[in-house]
């Protein structure tokens, strides 16, 4: 049962305008029905439904939505993916994915001088890996962190006397673990060129990208200084000048680093030492992936002190309150959105309440998935401890994402990324139980609001056209609103010779705007904060309806003939109204027909004919 109002300008979108709602009520909604309303572009908050009027808001928000199974998974959301596996793994220190251990600049001007706020960052991180030698407290993240640090800082120190010109900038050294696969090889070379067998565990190219850099800004015509530094400018020439720096500078206690090919290899030192500084022929490739088969001194250490594996378990469960859940609503609102009050009564009816009928799944019926229809909260818990809920709609075709809330605390993990992706697993989990549910919806799809183009990146997705209602390929639709904010996104047949290939439309991986985040924990928040943000919180105050209109809108009246209407309890169809009530006065006639005509227009004729209308 609907009752259907069209709202004043009371919504806001990101950036603070008005948005124009039509709207209604809902006091019980079949999930079917529900559907195809999301079909039309309408989202709930609560029992109340709403859908922006496109052509008057300044912002139009286009339902997004992607098949489960076509999903692209990007090196991005594999990073986070891995993220969380090294974080249940017991492998991930939550103080390194900290905004506070934030690294430095990506690359520092030969020219700084030494005592620079660069050569500062070094040094302190030389301490800290001095301390980090220490087995009670060694963590590898750290490790590998502070062996970054030492490098750079030999390569402050080496080129602090070479005069290259301050627009020669040096790219930050990136230490990586080896694989085990190439740890074999080179030990194999190293035995059969009878040399010493140590344990290779760590590897840096930078040697190459120092040569490259150096390269690509020095200007054609050289000074006499430039041109003799080039003459001995090579990838090895550099790792063994900065593996004799390494060693000057000291702090490397419990590891050998030494210059093979051009690599800078960090060995065990508790193998027999290596008598020179010629390293094995068999160059060392790295490995993004950390090996827990690896024999290093890190694992050694770790095995002593074991660390206890986390375990993380999904629960979903229809809608109703929970305290828990309800605190830690408070918490990510207080901390995240700078929210001062929070009642549960507006919890209550923003994420709590809802209009959907639950449908109990049944034996044998591969129409109904296994949890039924119905709205649900999706419960994260790691080691029994809540750490985020998604609020989320079960329905024919779809998991339509209505929000999430999750724990500050773990803002390192991109809690907004990974539950997205688990939910996708749902769908396609859930998809072999019941074909008909395929898809994966994620709210409103904003051009002109650079904070919601992320939803873009789970490809390859959709886009609902506002005039006919009908999905087109977001690639298919970029050009339209790279034009518009406001498109028949239909018509992208007339643009089909300006459309470009489906592979380089939407938000690369390699941007390093927000809206495509890196690893970096502050530039996620700003993804999680948002993510599920274009659903609107909508309080039963602030609803102000509109006196009738009315206006003409376009329908005859037998788009409304068939529309139920609920008086008091009785129900009649507009056609009937006068024979079970007697005649009715025109302009009361005429008001009802307008706001049934925009009803009609707003929710289809189909979906009108089949709900109730509630005039009370």
Not at 21 to 27: F, I
Not at 257 to 282: D, E, I, R, W
Request: aromatic fraction near 8%; hydrophobic fraction near 35%.
């Amino acid at each position: 049962m609907l009752a259907y109002r069209r709202l004043c300008l009371i919504i806001y979108c990101a950036a603070h305008c008005p948005i124009n709602l039509a709207g209604m009520w809902a006091n019980s909604l079949k999930a079917d029905d529900y559907q195809a309303l999301l079909d039309r572009g309408w989202r709930r908050s609560g029992c109340f439904l709403y859908k922006p009027e496109m052509e008057r808001t300044c912002c139009p928000s286009y339902t997004i939505r992607l098949k489960a199974n076509d999903f692209i998974c990007s090196k991005e959301h594999g990073r986070v993916l891995k993220k969380m596996q090294r974080f249940l793994d017991g492998e991930l220190d939550p103080q390194v994915g900290s905004p506070q251990r934030k690294a430095s600049p990506t690359k520092r001007s030969l020219s700084e001088p030494s005592n620079s706020p660069t050569s500062k960052v070094s040094k302190v991180s030389a301490n800290e890996f001095q301390e980090a030698t220490c087995p009670n407290f060694l963590k590898e993240d750290e490790f590998i962190c502070c062996l970054s640090s030492k490098i750079n800082e030999a390569i402050d120190t080496y080129f602090q006397g070479v005069i290259l010109g301050s627009t020669v900038q040096l790219p930050k050294a990136v230490v990586k673990t080896v694989k085990p696969q190439v740890k074999k090889k080179v030990g194999e070379a190293m035995q059969k060129n009878k040399a010493g067998v140590q344990d290779l565990v760590y590897t840096c190219n930078i040697s190459f990208q120092i040569v490259a850099a150096v390269r690509r800004a020095l200007p054609k015509e050289k000074s006499a200084n430039q041109t003799e530094v080039l003459a001995d400018l090579s990838p090895n020439s550099v790792a063994e000048k900065l593996v004799m720096t390494m060693e000057r500078l000291g702090g490397l206690a419990g590891f050998e680093v030494k210059a093979c090919n051009g690599h800078l290899n960090f060995y065990s030192a508790a193998n027999p030492a290596m008598q020179n500084h010629t390293g094995a022929v068999v160059p060392v490739q790295a490995s993004d992936k950390t090996s827990r088969s690896k024999q290093s001194s890190v694992n050694k250490i770790s095995a002593k002190h074991p660390q206890k594996r986390k375990s993380l378990e999904i629960r979903m469960s229809t809608s109703h309150f929970d305290p828990e859940e309800f605190a830690l609503y408070r918490k990510y609102q207080t901390k995240v959105h700078k929210e001062k009050t929070i009642t549960e009564s507006s919890y209550r009816r923003f994420l709590v309440d809802t209009p959907i009928v639950f449908v109990p799944p049944k034996s044998g019926d591969n129409t109904v998935p296994p949890c039924g229809f119905g709205s649900f909260h999706q419960q994260y818990r790691i080691d029994g401890k809540l750490v985020a809920v998604g609020v989320v709609d079960i329905l024919p075709k779809c998991l339509s994402s209505k929000y999430l809330f999750w724990d500050p605390d773990l803002a390192f993990l991109s809690l907004g990324k990974y539950t997205a992706l688990k939910e996708i697993d749902w769908v396609k989990t859930t998809h072999e139980h019941c074909p008909s549910l395929q898809y994966y919806y994620l709210g409103y799809y904003i051009h002109s609001c650079n904070k919601m183009r992320y939803k873009a990146a789970y490809r390859p997705s959709e886009l609902l056209c506002p005039v006919r209602y009908e999905w087109i390929h977001y690639d298919l639709a970029k050009p339209l609103l790279d034009k518009s904010q406001y498109s028949t996104l239909s018509d992208y047949a007339t643009m089909q010779d300006e459309t470009p290939q489906p592979q380089i439309c939407g938000p690369s991986d390699d941007s390093s705007a927000k809206v495509d985040h890196h690893e970096s924990p502050s530039d996620e928040d700003d993804e999680d904060v948002n993510d599920y943000e274009s659903e609107m919180m909508i309080d039963e105050e602030l609803v102000d309806s509109e006196k009738a209109d009315t206006t003409e809108c376009g329908s005859s009246i037998k788009d409304i003939e068939n529309i139920t209407l609920d008086l008091n309890g009785s129900k009649v169809k507009y056609k009937d109204l006068q024979l079970v009530f007697g005649p009715i006065e025109r302009r009361h006639l005429n008001a009802l027909e307008g706001q049934l005509s925009r009803y009609a227009k707003v929710v289809g004729k189909e979906l009108s004919d089949r709900m109730v209308y509630c005039m009370s």
